[in-house]
């Protein structure tokens, strides 16, 4: 126990005195962490609060154009701006001066009130209701019309589909309301009489899980502090592995094998200050998402589950992020090796983790490698106690693995070390 | 106090054994220098003998305690001062010293006392909270004798542990050396400086390709090749002038 606590020592004197190491423990997670907080959070509110310019050619200049003009209007994200021709808006989109051209095409509006009324009439017929063949429309084939869309190349994907979906329900809704319309026109004299309901009868709602507040919808806050914690908990293999790496260098840890103390009791030592921290980093993290942000204009952090949980998730997220530098810094014989090892090792457990990309939408065989990395146990129990609720019991199986991961890569070190070493 | 009996050290990968059916014995209280050229198999010979690295084959025991069997207490009784100066640092020379007196169950003031004793010894107790960083080679020479006497070892190791310091330090270490050789401890020296091991050994060994070529008292051996005025004369004519590049 003596020589754990002077090891424990040892490595507390080590850790402080590098201050390149702190700083990349402490300083680069704040700073990774209100940035990318920042960055995500003012994407939202640009979508959400700011227009975007589009251009808008109408070639049709008739009702539909007119009502799918006043629909984007109304829409809180785009501001329509008319253009004169489609050669012009297309040749500002691809130069990059806006970021989408809308083209409605000439004669939308007859075309389709013509292709309406051809399949109403044809429907009236099947029931026998119309009054003479003199009425039914005449079958002229009707040609397919589309609306030209021109995106910037830089245009990210997810803008793209969000303004494609868009305008497919608003043309959804102009066809509908053209059909109750040509079919009120065969049943009815007077057209300005509502006779069909043309609203959306079926709406949604976001139910939160239970015992949170109703208003209490993630924000970029509430995902951004788990994940960036965790990284910055993993970031520790690399002061870690840097660490042994230059025990071996300097010839101290020739001196420790010659003497009468365990690889165990050494590796114990560098555990407990490093836990310590993790842990300190956690609380850092959390403080900063409580009270920082709010004062930088960021949402404010919401902790709706137990503090104590959250620490519990972020300790044995700790050993096992340890435990992968205790195994890097046993293996590599250089910096050269564990430093850019470590780091790429890290921005791979993220990735795979779901800490940039939500592990739902990844493809199904990086989804199957994704429930092997301890960041995605480690996210998952952090989403739990952040975002559902969930109880301790729930967390034991996430918490089991981060904890037996921990024990399996110290053992593979000590046993590594043994059969390198041994006499 | 040592019985070596044919130890064998080949590398992986290595052409040529660097200790070959090495056979000897230490008496207690010996000053035993191993002197060879570069890659003769002095420092091997000390690796394997500290527990630092495996023999291929033979074996050996220190205090009666066999090193396949006895390692860990073999660890308690021997001390050893490597050719680096194997110390932390950005720590001070006093907390080097207490964590790797540590290291050997000596704890509170019975180990703070000792490490002022020998700091005031080897004259470094005024540099005692200083950071390693910024000692001489001569200072961190030193540190790194301290650090391997703390506890009192029965044998001690000196992989040139006064290589690359000047005359001042290094006369301090080997009087310090020979105090603690008066109260009993037994040293196993290596040194290119033949002279130094000349005044300072009881016995040496001249060893080449990881073979004793001769070995006895040093004015013995000076007496026994005639021509010699030195220790380097009969070292010059046992292993020649050839230069001993490896790589």
Redesign the interface.
Known sequence: M??LF??T??EF??LT??IGGLAILFLMPILLVITITTIQDGTFKIIKETKIPVLWVDEDQGEISKSIFEGFSNSKTLELITASSEDEAKSSVFKGDYQLAIVIPKNLSTDLAAKVDENVSGIMAKFGLEEDSATVVDKTPIAQKEIRLYFDPATQYAFKSSIKNGINQMIAKVETQSIYKAFQEQLEEDTSEDFFETESFISFKEIVPNGMQDDAIPNATQHNIPAWSLFAIFFIILPLSINMVKEKN???F????????SYATVLGGKTLVFLAVALLQFGIMLLIGVFLFPIIGLPKLEISGNVSILFVVAFFAGLAAIGLGLLLGTIAKSQEQSAPFGATFVVILAALGGVWVPVFAMPSFMQSISRLSPMNWGLNAFYDVFLRNVDFPELIPEISLLFLFFIATTLIAILYNKRQ??? | MIKINELNKKYKGAEHYSVAALTLHIEEQEIFGLLGPNGAGKTTLIS?L?????PTSGSFSIDGLN??EH??EL??I???V?Q????????TAF?NL???G????I?GNQLKDKINEHLETLGLLNFAHKKISTFSGGMKRRINLI??ILHEPKVLFLDEPTVGVDVQSKNVIIEHLKKLNATGTTMIYTSHHLNEAEDFCTRVAIIDDGKIITKGKPNALVAGHSNARNLEDVFLAITGKALRDYA
């Open positions: 003596h020589k002077a090891s020592y040892k004197l080590l005195r590098d300097q010839g101290t020739v001196r420790l094998r010659t003497n009468p103390i070493n041994s006499v | 394997m500290s527990s630092l690295i495996k090193f396949q390692s860990n660890k308690k021997i001390g050893i490597p680096e100066y194997a110390l932390y640092p950005s720590l907390e207490s964590y790797f540590s290291t050997y169950g704890k650090a391997s």
